[in-house]
């Protein structure tokens, strides 16, 4: 308090209230008049930037407490807003535009004010845009009231006086807008030329000015190495059969992202591979052989057989059959049954050829031969060596009319004579749930060998849903399908990308596809197999043998080896389950699973296949 004694025997008494002005919230403190002490201001905000979105109506409030009893509202408060100015004359560091001023907004198009119960103020932005930004001042002048007394007669005169104290605490607004990309300067669907160079924009505004980064659908590698690129542009040299598919560009920034898919097709001729050349059985029993044919989705390949120069057709639909599948890039994949043998195809040239729109015609690189699976009657057999273990059975032959020919008594398992070949490989990362009881989940993963040769469709749905296919309705994937069951001793089984809770699944033929031949033995741990329900029943599910599992033979399609990560196997294998449905206690989850290119494909040898060990390769 302030006391002044004058000539004229007046004393004034002067109360003075100090006015401290924020940028953005304001409140004065619980102290009364009669304390003696001045009211204080404290700011609230949610950081020295405030963010406001383009185009929005953003509202900054100050509240006031502690308002001097006696004195109205009306009386106490006239709010008063400023704000930075960018036209400030040369030499001045900062300077302020006057916004609104006793209660009235100067532009009453571009702002508002409003008042919320006794001391609540808000000031209203309208249609916030890149202009708005800067420091914003909410600043609440007090009425300075003087006394007069006299010691003769009294009388009291109001003066109003205003003060103002300017207390600076910075609070910036800041104009953000989430991501979006620009229809018109990105990239669309596109039909390509094979050899072509590519380039693909995507062209995204926000801001702050958002990251681009481009991916493939299920994870697949990018042309020229990678998983991710951070450019507004991706640009693909000569560009392969490898490139077409769906690219997805994303722009991020800190209110989110956006993202566009833009599909790759290309037109090129019929493209035709024999995935199973040199196919083994006994005469009289049923053998399936495949073709694969990359083509343009834009003109879908007729594919024909021949066996022996005959076109296998209507006239001897009673000898075969020929069903065509259209899966992942428009491939048809091509399926010759030959229901039973005979001597007839013994050696004999067995062609796919393919042709489209574009009258385009490629034949096989290379024949399918039925080899001669059955002893001669005439033979005289003499068993040179035997593996009891596999049934493999090598046997020597002398016959009247072939000498000594190496024949296979058992040719389902015959692949295990000098290998199998791995067309492809795998990496499958699992989430686990405290892993090894360290109370955190833990990523782990295991590298696999695929047998594309013996069990082409089960390496072709394995691939397809590990990049994920579009069926049903929706995106079939085995990222983020449960391990939903562990068999203590025998299986780790997964793949339920229907339901994804082990009651379905779905293959990328269509809801199941038949079983291929029954090439491999299940002779060691890590081989990897379809699960079904009964004959012809694959559909998406597999598993994992923890160990040797001979009674799975012939009725379950192997076609691949865990080749890296047996004790990652071995140590989910050991996580307990229940005795009733076999579901693990903890969460397992596949987190990733990603296609690996490989320059060339390499034999597993019969030692490798035997081991439970991890290979090197």
């Given at each position: 308090?302030?006391?002044?004694?004058?000539?004229?025997?007046?004393?004034?008494?002067?109360?003075?209230?100090?006015?401290?002005?924020?940028?953005?919230?304001?409140?004065?403190?619980?102290?009364?008049?009669?304390?003696?002490?001045?009211?204080?201001?404290?700011?609230?905000?949610?950081?020295?930037?405030?963010?406001?979105?383009?185009?929005?109506?953003?509202?900054?409030?100050?509240?006031?407490?502690?308002?001097?009893?006696?004195?109205?509202?009306?009386?106490?408060?006239?709010?008063?807003?400023?704000?930075?100015?960018?036209?400030?004359?040369?030499?001045?560091?900062?300077?302020?535009?006057?916004?609104?001023?006793?209660?009235?907004?100067?532009?009453?198009?571009?702002?508002?004010?409003?008042?919320?119960?006794?001391?609540?103020?808000?000031?209203?932005?309208?249609?916030?845009?890149?202009?708005?930004?800067?420091?914003?001042?909410?600043?609440?002048?007090?009425?300075?009231?003087?006394?007069?007394?006299?010691?003769?007669?009294?009388?009291?005169?109001?003066?109003?006086?205003?003060?103002?104290?300017?207390?600076?605490?910075?609070?910036?607004?800041?104009?953000?807008?989430?991501?979006?990309?620009?229809?018109?300067?990105?990239?669309?669907?596109?039909?390509?030329?094979?050899?072509?160079?590519?380039?693909?924009?995507?062209?995204?505004?926000?801001?702050?000015?958002?990251?681009?980064?481009?991916?493939?659908?299920?994870?697949?590698?990018?042309?020229?190495?990678?998983?991710?690129?951070?450019?507004?542009?991706?640009?693909?040299?000569?560009?392969?059969?490898?490139?077409?598919?769906d690219y997805i560009c994303t722009a991020t920034n800190d209110l989110g992202d956006d993202d566009r898919i833009i599909n790759i097709n290309m037109d090129f001729p019929p493209d035709v591979q024999a995935k199973n050349a040199g196919a083994s059985?006994?005469?009289?029993?049923?053998?399936?052989?495949f073709c694969h044919v990359d083509a343009s989705s834009n003109s879908r390949p007729v594919v024909t057989w021949t066996v022996g120069g005959d076109v296998v057709g209507s006239s001897n639909s009673d000898l075969y059959k020929v069903t065509d599948?259209?899966?992942?890039?428009?491939?048809?994949?091509?399926?010759?049954?030959?229901?039973?043998?005979?001597?007839?195809?013994?050696?004999?040239?067995?062609?796919?050829?393919?042709?489209?729109?574009?009258?385009?015609?490629?034949?096989?690189?290379?024949?399918?031969?039925?080899?001669?699976?059955?002893?001669?009657?005439?033979?005289?057999?003499?068993?040179?060596?035997?593996?009891?273990?596999?049934?493999?059975?090598?046997?020597?032959?002398?016959?009247?009319?072939?000498?000594?020919?190496?024949?296979?008594?058992?040719?389902?398992?015959?692949?295990?004579?000098?290998?199998?070949?791995?067309?492809?490989?795998?990496?499958?990362?699992?989430?686990?749930?405290?892993?090894?009881?360290?109370?955190?989940?833990?990523?782990?993963?295991?590298?696999?060998?695929?047998?594309?040769?013996?069990?082409?469709?089960?390496?072709?749905?394995?691939?397809?849903?590990?990049?994920?296919?579009?069926?049903?309705?929706?995106?079939?994937?085995?990222?983020?399908?449960?391990?939903?069951?562990?068999?203590?001793?025998?299986?780790?089984?997964?793949?339920?990308?229907?339901?994804?809770?082990?009651?379905?699944?779905?293959?990328?033929?269509?809801?199941?596809?038949?079983?291929?031949?029954?090439?491999?033995?299940?002779?060691?741990?890590?081989?990897?197999?379809?699960?079904?329900?009964?004959?012809?029943?694959?559909?998406?599910?597999?598993?994992?043998?923890?160990?040797?599992?001979?009674?799975?033979?012939?009725?379950?399609?192997?076609?691949?080896?865990?080749?890296?990560?047996?004790?990652?196997?071995?140590?989910?294998?050991?996580?307990?389950?229940?005795?009733?449905?076999?579901?693990?206690?903890?969460?397992?989850?596949?987190?990733?699973?990603?296609?690996?290119?490989?320059?060339?494909?390499?034999?597993?040898?019969?030692?490798?296949?035997?081991?439970?060990?991890?290979?090197?390769?």
């Amino acid at each position: 308090m302030l006391g002044t004694k004058m000539k004229q025997n007046y004393t004034f008494w002067c109360s003075c209230a100090v006015v401290i002005i924020t940028h953005h919230t304001l409140y004065i403190s619980d102290a009364r008049r009669d304390t003696g002490l001045d009211p204080t201001t404290t700011i609230f905000k949610t950081g020295p930037v405030m963010d406001a979105v383009r185009g929005s109506t953003f509202e900054l409030r100050c509240d006031v407490s502690n308002r001097p009893d006696g004195i109205s509202q009306e009386q106490y408060i006239k709010t008063r807003w400023e704000r930075d100015s960018t036209n400030c004359s040369e030499g001045i560091s900062t300077c302020k535009i006057l916004i609104a001023q006793d209660r009235l907004p100067k532009d009453e198009q571009k702002y508002g004010l409003k008042f919320q119960a006794a001391d609540t103020y808000f000031l209203i932005i309208k249609n916030v845009d890149e202009n708005d930004e800067g420091n914003y001042d909410c600043q609440l002048p007090l009425t300075l009231y003087t006394k007069v007394y006299d010691t003769v007669r009294l009388r009291v005169d109001v003066i109003p006086l205003t003060l103002y104290t300017k207390v600076y605490d910075t609070v910036r607004l800041r104009v953000v807008e989430a991501p979006s990309i620009d229809p018109l300067k990105t990239s669309s669907d596109m039909t390509v030329t094979l050899g072509e160079d590519v380039e693909l924009t995507c062209a995204a505004y926000g801001r702050p000015k958002p990251l681009v980064k481009w991916t493939r659908a299920g994870n697949r590698m990018l042309p020229g190495g990678g998983y991710v690129r951070y450019s507004e542009k991706l640009l693909i040299k000569e560009i392969d059969f490898n490139g077409r598919g769906d690219y997805i560009c994303t722009a991020t920034n800190d209110l989110g992202d956006d993202d566009r898919i833009i599909n790759i097709n290309m037109d090129f001729p019929p493209d035709v591979q024999a995935k199973n050349a040199g196919a083994s059985q006994k005469i009289g029993y049923e053998i399936q052989l495949f073709c694969h044919v990359d083509a343009s989705s834009n003109s879908r390949p007729v594919v024909t057989w021949t066996v022996g120069g005959d076109v296998v057709g209507s006239s001897n639909s009673d000898l075969y059959k020929v069903t065509d599948y259209t899966s992942a890039f428009s491939r048809v994949i091509s399926k010759l049954t030959i229901y039973k043998v005979s001597p007839a195809e013994i050696n004999t040239d067995i062609k796919c050829s393919a042709r489209n729109a574009l009258r385009n015609r490629q034949r096989c690189l290379q024949n399918h031969r039925v080899g001669y699976c059955a002893t001669h009657p005439r033979s005289v057999v003499i068993i040179q060596s035997s593996i009891a273990d596999t049934f493999l059975v090598v046997i020597l032959c002398h016959s009247l009319d072939s000498l000594n020919e190496l024949l296979l008594v058992d040719c389902a398992v015959a692949h295990f004579a000098g290998g199998e070949k791995v067309t492809e490989e795998a990496i499958l990362t699992f989430s686990v749930e405290d892993y090894q009881g360290s109370g955190e989940e833990k990523n782990v993963s295991i590298h696999i060998g695929l047998f594309g040769e013996i069990a082409p469709m089960s390496v072709l749905n394995f691939v397809g849903l590990c990049k994920g296919q579009a069926k049903q309705g929706k995106f079939l994937h085995y990222v983020g399908t449960p391990l939903h069951r562990i068999v203590p001793d025998f299986v780790l089984q997964m793949g339920d990308v229907l339901n994804r809770d082990g009651t379905g699944g779905y293959s990328i033929f269509g809801p199941t596809y038949d079983d291929e031949e029954f090439h491999m033995s299940h002779v060691s741990k890590g081989f990897m197999g379809m699960a079904n329900t009964g004959k012809n029943t694959n559909g998406s599910q597999f598993y994992i043998t923890l160990a040797k599992a001979r009674w799975l033979d012939r009725s379950h399609v192997v076609f691949g080896k865990v080749i890296k990560g047996l004790d990652v196997v071995a140590e989910i294998g050991e996580i307990p389950a229940s005795k009733a449905t076999a579901h693990p206690m903890k969460n397992i989850k596949i987190s990733a699973c990603q296609i690996v290119d490989i320059d060339r494909k390499w034999v597993m040898t019969e030692e490798q296949l035997f081991s439970d060990e991890d290979i090197k390769v």
